[in-house]
């Protein structure tokens, strides 16, 4: 029988953070679900012995550390940090305001920082732990209409890479998560706010931009609770995954990455090579 683990799920009380928190619950495991209002945590999940429900806003780090801090006096531990609270500020980087922008890396980027920072003191302490952060493909690849976010989660992919260098040693794993289109709640009017169109030279692709992504919405081909499923199994690996393509979409986005790159380094390879000192 598997040892029973402690989840954090920030963004629980809607979209994929829901299906996260009632597969880990349904598998047995504990939760602190978390959200910026626990009532509507507390209408998706109800009420059981093994769920705790937290206040979270993830751009304020004394919500963090005091999620963190509850977790433990319930639960006495924590495994697994899923890190999925996510929003989306969409449209063209000179159309976005400066506000939106800051927006999205505070909530996509420096949020996840936040809770993550409140996590690992405890498991640096266990000398265990495993931080999976949602990111999508968008951090794989840039696409138009998506500048904020796009830079929002190839930060988030950065930083992660980054952090499981420094806290391997300590027993603790991190996993990026890049799904493609699931079918989720962010494309509803509660987490995506478009940029005002204000550039003639845009306005033409800015309304094709938006009859795209409103359509969207609803018709993602992505099951989320399936992705809730896959992430069980990853949490249960002895060596869990750097990263987690999410979805026959993801796979494919990643493999034309992977092909792009190698012909942008192969078309310019005897340039790129030739730049050392002589004595090198």
């Not at 976005?96 to 996840?112: D, F």
Request: hydrophobic share 40%; charged share 20%; glycine share 8%.
């Amino acid at each position: 029988m598997k040892d029973k683990k402690v989840w954090l799920i920030t963004g629980a009380g809607r979209g994929m953070g829901v299906d996260i928190a009632k597969a880990v619950l349904a598998a047995g495991d504990s939760v602190v679900a978390t959200g910026r209002n626990p009532d509507k945590v507390v209408q998706a999940l109800g009420q059981s012995a093994n769920l705790l429900v937290v206040k979270l806003d993830i751009t304020n780090m004394t919500d963090a550390e005091a999620a963190v801090k509850q977790a433990v006096d319930r639960f006495g531990r924590l495994d697994v940090l899923v890190n999925n609270a996510a929003s989306f500020e969409a449209g063209y980087f000179e159309e976005l305001s400066m506000e939106q922008i800051e927006s999205q890396l505070a909530t996509s980027l420096l949020g996840p920082m936040k809770v993550t920072r409140a996590v690992l003191p405890l498991m640096r302490k266990q000398r265990s732990g495993h931080i999976i952060t949602i990111s999508s493909t968008a951090g794989l690849v840039g696409y138009e209409f998506c500048s904020a976010y796009s830079a929002s989660k190839f930060g988030l992919d950065g930083w992660m890479e980054s952090l499981q260098a420094e806290v391997g040693l300590y027993g603790i794993y991190t996993t990026i998560v890049n799904p493609g289109f699931f079918r989720t709640e962010l494309l509803t009017e509660e987490s995506t706010k478009y940029a005002e169109s204000s550039i003639e030279d845009y306005s033409e692709r800015n309304a094709q931009q938006l009859q795209f992504w409103k359509g969207a919405n609803g018709q993602q081909s992505g099951n989320p609770a399936k992705l809730a499923r896959a992430l069980l199994t990853i949490a249960s690996e002895e060596t869990p995954p750097l990263r987690f393509l999410a979805g026959a979409d993801a796979v494919a986005t990643a493999e034309q990455v992977v092909s792009t790159l190698q012909q942008q380094l192969n078309a310019y390879r005897k340039l790129s090579s030739s730049l050392s000192y002589e004595d090198a």
